[in-house]
């Protein structure tokens, strides 16, 4: 009996069924992060189906160049019960000779990105937010209850008398 040390990790890249991440590299960990909970109550996935976390201005350099553009920061692939991606923020130590690593920024939204395996098709969702913040936050956490890829318009003001709670885009008429 022998043991191929590729196939038993899953990494043989000649492996036409190798699982892959539809949208590349995740930036490398760099200790900080955010928390991102996809509920189990989300309707709109399939199994298999793959999340990206995006920063669309977050930083990519790694050489104190301070450069910033769309960055994935976390990945996950839905299997149909809850689940949990860490997004990297990214870590600027250049004012002290220290180094820089890619990642997200605090305070810029985040963008979730979905490849329909069954459409072969990739989206930007737009989510339902049951806790946390749409922005990037380090050392916190977000719970996204749904995601669609259609708008949903209407007043997103709860205290206003036409306020429509499945609304995901305001349109203005609060």
Known sequence: FHNDPLSLTGMNPECDNENSNHFGDVADNTGVSELIIFSDSISNLEIGDQIGIFDSHGLISDDCSHNTGEVLVGYGEWVGSQLEVVAVSHIDFCDFGGIELPGFIEGNPIIVKVWDVSEQNEYEAILTIS?????FEETSFMVISEISSEAIYGCMDNQ?????ENANT???SC
């Open 160 to 164: 206003a008398c036409n306020y429509n």
């Open 170 to 172: 305001d349109d203005g």
């Open 131 to 135: 806790q946390g913040s749409p922005n």
